[in-house]
C-alpha cells in the first residue's frame, strides 16, 4: 500500500521561500501524473500543482503559476514543490496525492488517490 509523507512546512515571512517534499513508500508512482493540493481554514481543498508522469507536462493553478515549481523524482519516490515570493493567503496545510490510474492531468481532489498527511505551510509577518 503506497504512503504518502510530506515535509518541509513552517512558518514564514511574506516574500521568503519555502520547499515541499513528498516522499512515497511501500510502492511507487511512477507511472502516476502527482500533484499538490492546499487546504486552508473554513475552505474547501483546492489544487495548487500538477505534473504529468515522465515529467512532460507541468500545470498551476492561477494562484501560485510563476511562484511555485512543481518536480518529481521517481528514482528516488519523492515529489516536490518549490514556493518563492510567499503570500499570507498561501498559508494552508498542504498535500501531496497520486492520481488514479489513467488520470492524466486533472485539477479536481477526486482523481487523486493516496493522500499524505499534510504539511502546515503559514506565511505571516
Known amino acids: 500500500q503506497l504512503q504518502l509523507e510530506e515535509s518541509g512546512g513552517g512558518l514564514v515571512q511574506p516574500g521568503t521561500s519555502l520547499k515541499l517534499s513528498c516522499s512515497a513508500s511501500?510502492?511507487?508512482?511512477?507511472?502516476?501524473?502527482m500533484g499538490w493540493f492546499r487546504q486552508a481554514p473554513g475552505k474547501e481543498r483546492e489544487f495548487v500543482a500538477g505534473?504529468?508522469?515522465?515529467?512532460?507536462?507541468?500545470i498551476y493553478a492561477d494562484s501560485v503559476k510563476g511562484r511555485f515549481t512543481i518536480a518529481r523524482d521517481d528514482d528516488k519516490n519523492t515529489l516536490s514543490i518549490q514556493m518563492n515570493r510567499l503570500k499570507p493567503e498561501d498559508t494552508a496545510v498542504y498535500y501531496c496525492?497520486?492520481?488514479?490510474?489513467?488520470?492524466?492531468?486533472?485539477?479536481?481532489?477526486?482523481?487523486?488517490?493516496?493522500w499524505g498527511q499534510g504539511t502546515q505551510v503559514t506565511v505571516s509577518s
Open positions: 511501500g510502492g511507487t508512482f511512477r507511472l502516476n501524473d
Open positions: 496525492a497520486r492520481s488514479r490510474p489513467g488520470v492524466r492531468l486533472s485539477t479536481l481532489a477526486g482523481d487523486f488517490e493516496h
Open positions: 505534473i504529468s508522469w515522465q515529467s512532460t507536462t507541468t
